[in-house]
């Protein structure tokens, strides 16, 4: 391990989170309690939704939303490469197989138009039609049924909602909206997590808020949140007895000191993120016309942008491998953001993907770089970072 001088990302803790947990643990009462309904409700109101359903990650919160919305043995959910592998792998779960389509340039979310084009194809075209949008293990003979469209809010930036909504409900698909890496993000006015029939929060430490691990599904329909709540607690509905289980459910429960961090956290949220729109600010600022990066582009309908993570894109003909290990070398951490999924070993061996298939996807898996980023870095540290950052591309250009 390298001794880095700043951090990858940081939790921002303050003495109210502290105080929040050691007053559930002088409670005694761990679990199923009133701050995960207390939490519930403070997500779901955050982004206008009648029921929130906290879970102990997000990934668990995206495999409840895959099996609430009916995806099982086969069927298809168009979504993204350009993401982390959780958004992908919660269909696996189910043996649902994700469609990927390429990603816009600008932002590396999913392209929208591509998505209305592959449902339009898979919803009543030849098989040719079909054929090109399906994975190529599953070309020639697939009787699988479009059911489902996942977009992800990469980076903090909504996906172009408007139209993928439209597609979902032309087509009467599920909407899946991976909000894992976007609370508090608005578009066109309308907050994260208010578009998918079932949407999603994660609140792992190296995101905008925290619970340690946790998550949250947020829903308006009654009996997705139904139906979420027992798959959460072991299959039991709500007038089951302790040792009744209607269906198959998982321990998929949060317990009551994350919440109780969750509340604290959320409480702070516009202050958090408005600390992480100021540290962007400062690294924008000071890589903005450097030859060799390109800093990150906010579309038009992004509103709000809740900073995630900062990544820039290392440009020819600076290496980005030698940038990190150049700034690896003075003490800077930096990471490949995202690796796109169908190019990781098991979707290329499960699904026959191969390099070429999604370009604009694998031109940024080879281009984006994400610099130390968190609420709690100053001024400073960001002058620290762009300093070595400027310095490493101007010797990797000889
Ligand atoms: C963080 C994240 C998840 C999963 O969250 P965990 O809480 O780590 O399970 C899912 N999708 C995306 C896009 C994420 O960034």
Redesign the pocket.
Known sequence: MNDFRVPMSSPDLGPDETAAVLDVVTTGMLSIGPRVAEFEQAVAALCSRRHGIAVN???SG?HVAVIASGLADGDLAITTPF??V??ANCLLYERAVPLFVDVEAATGNIDASLVAEAARDLMGGTEAARDRWLPPSLRGASQSVLKAVLP?HAFGQPADMDHISATASQFKLALIE?S??AIGAAYRGRPAGSFGDMSVF???PN?QMTTG?G?MIVADRDDLNALGRSLRNQGRDVFNEWLDHSRLGYNYRLDEMSAALGLAQLRRLDELLSKRARVASWYTERLAGIEGVRTPEIAASTTRMSWFVYVVRIEPPASRREVIDQLSARGIPSRPYFAPIHLQPFYRDRFGYARGQFPVAERLGEDSLALPFSSVMTEDQVDDVCESLVAVLQTSEV
């Open positions: 990650s997000g990934t995206l993401s982390f959780a958004s992800v991976d894992c890496e994660a609140f792992y995101k691990e998550g």
